[in-house]
């Protein structure tokens, strides 16, 4: 069990660019989910999966935000057109499917809009 | 719609104290479990601890512990003769239990914990 791998770890990019991150879940998990933390703050919930398909997204989740799971393993998240509102720590993390399974989080990819 | 609340923002003790660390959570259904997270400073959230909503029992965890009382929807998590790795921002965090409904944790806003030697 290698855990939830999160890639890049940081990403600096300037207003206006696009950016994508990944997330590799635990090999065993079927659901996904992405939040978004920032400081002094828990972390927001932004959206979620069940195998490929996306089940749920929060109202934080504006149409610059998009995620994907294509094969129901990996997934990314892309914003285009950042803002620097944006900047914020990306969390991943994965779960089983039963009831009340707890989440396993990644490191997280830390994004500055400059 | 489900709310946590950790009022304590931050909390510095000596080490060897014992401190706890408060959660109130707000939800309409009777299915739901919580769970406490820790964030040292690398960053990675930890989970420590899920309780279920019909398992009111007390649980101890070597020098963690938690009491959970549904009267007071209130889930405390307490760290017996603290130590500095215990240095963290603890995280308290709600889901529902049922088929429908959302899957993913509400979480608080936290409580760092400063451990001093």
């Known amino acids: 069990d290698t855990g939830v791998s999160q890639n890049p770890r940081h990403k600096i990019t300037k207003r206006g660019q696009n950016v994508t991150f990944r997330c590799d879940p635990i090999s065993e998990h079927n659901r996904l989910y992405w939040y978004r933390q920032t400081l002094g703050q828990g972390p927001e919930f932004l959206t979620y999966f069940q195998n490929e398909a996306q089940l749920e997204k929060s109202r934080l989740l504006s149409d610059r935000f998009s995620a994907e799971r294509p094969k129901g393993s990996f997934s990314t998240l892309e914003i285009q057109r950042t803002e620097q509102g944006d900047s914020a720590m990306y969390l991943c993390?994965?779960?089983?499917?039963?009831?009340?399974?707890?989440?396993?989080f990644g490191n997280g990819t830390r994004l500055t809009v400059t | 719609a489900q709310k946590v609340t950790q009022a304590q923002t931050e909390i510095s003790v000596v080490e060897k104290e014992d401190v706890t660390l408060d959660c109130v959570y707000e939800t309409r259904d009777t299915t739901y479990y919580l769970f406490w997270y820790k964030q040292p400073p690398s960053g990675e959230l930890v989970f420590l601890i899920r309780r279920n909503s019909f398992d009111e029992q007390n649980e101890i965890s070597g020098r963690y512990s938690w009491n959970f009382q549904k009267s007071t929807s209130s889930f405390n998590f307490t760290i017996t003769a603290s130590q500095v790795v215990d240095s963290a921002v603890y995280f308290c965090a709600l889901t529902l239990g049922q088929d429908t409904g959302r899957r993913a944790l509400t979480f608080g806003s936290g409580t760092r914990l400063q451990v001093q030697p």
């Open positions: 993390a994965s779960s089983l499917v039963a009831g009340g399974s707890p989440l396993h």
